[in-house]
């Protein structure tokens, strides 16, 4: 061993193997002060033990006789009645009362219903479902047309194509409800009355599958593969009014503003065009806007329910981004990585959110808020990408269209009870405006 004696010393913090009390609250001094008062013999007279209690209290804020000889720990003694600490607390803290904290609403992770949807056509541009204001849901499976009535659980076939190798590519609701419009991939687009369950018209005009179709009241806006949209106005005979010329590769996002005063749609050519309700000066329609900001092919279009001039636009596999739009001025409001490919957005009605479906990896669903963009919730469950969204007439439940060939409705913009009474109370005294026939 080495020479020299060490110099022991306190460590600096408590050992771990002995209890060590805190002598700070002891009161040492008083403890003494007791022990050596037991041993006085004296009897004090009762004038001098109040006098001693009141001094006791006056010094120390409290009454020696009730004090405890050891106090390792547990709460401090209560002053009496008016007493009064020079070292009294300067501020206090006040918590925030419970019933004023927001508390975030509930979304089920989990779907609502999950339905079959085989033989779906695992398609990126083509627009397969689509939620009536009568709560029919149309679904696009291959070579027919399905309706599942929200309301009984009822389904219905409502068309099968005559060649085997036609299939139907895209389905869009009329406002009302009553009409459902059929785009198909041998270039027709079809018209069907739901409660006949009869075709009325097959209106020919493109040269190429229709993916893509959108209702202005009584016009019907149909995207092809040539990249032309075409106007039908379905009273007439001669349903073609006007082409328009904006993209070179397929429409596969389409959507009319709901005030009817733009157009947007979107292609494979990575464009999204905004096009005017009504013909320029030279009798020809021209894009007001025109955003060539994304990188991959532009499916998600969404017009914002309550800023009729704001669009959400979601791109594809080599793009991955949500960009927000100001179709007025042409600015980009935001823009979000969503770190895969976007097929659809939808508005919430009830709040001020957004959902979008992706594709690879994650196949999700995401709840976004806005305008901050902050992602609200995920909601996972499809074991291949998203294809398609579209909302219930109460702008409650989300239903989404698949690869896995499924259908799952999810309830993830439930409106509170009171705010959906007032909702209902202001929807019923609005009646629809359009009640005009189709021939």
Partial sequence: GKSGSKIQSTPTKAGGDRYIPNRSTMQMEMANFLLTKENDPAEESPTKKEQQKAWAVNLNGFDIEEAKILRLSGKPQNAPEGYQNNLKVLYSQK???????????????????????PEIRN???????????????????????????????????????????????????????NYLAVGTSNAEVQLWDIQQQKRLRNMTSHSSRVGSLSWNSYILSSGARTGHIHHHDVRVAEHHVATLAGHTQEV??????????????????????IWPCTQGDSGDFAPVQTFTQHQGAVKAVAWCPWQSNVLATGGGTSDRHIRIWNVCSGTCLSAVDAHSQ????????????????????????????????????ELRGHTARVLNLTMSPDGATVASAAADETLRLWRCFEMDPVKKKEKEKANSAKSSIIHQGIR
């Fill in 342 to 377: 976007v097929c659809s957005i939808l508005w919430s009605t009830n709040y001020k959110e957004f959902i979008s479906g992706h594709g690879f990896a994650q196949n999700q669903l995401v709840v976004w808020k806005y305008p901050t963009m902050a992602k609200v919730t």
């Fill in 252 to 273: 596969c996002g389409l959507r009319w503003s709901l005030d009817g005063r733009y157009l947007a749609s979107g292609g494979n050519d990575n464009l999204v065009n």
């Fill in 123 to 177: 398609d990126y541009y083509l627009n397969l479902i689509d939620w009536s204001s009568q709560n029919f849901l149309a679904v696009a499976l291959d070579n027919s047309v399905y309706l599942w009535n929200n309301t009984s659980g009822e389904i219905i076939q409502l068309l099968q194509m005559e060649h085997p190798d036609d299939y139907v590519s895209s389905v869009s609701w009329i406002k009302e409800g």
């Fill in 95 to 117: 918590m925030t009362p419970g019933s004023s904290r927001k508390n975030g609403r509930y979304i089920p992770s989990m779907p609502d219903r999950i339905l079959d949807a």
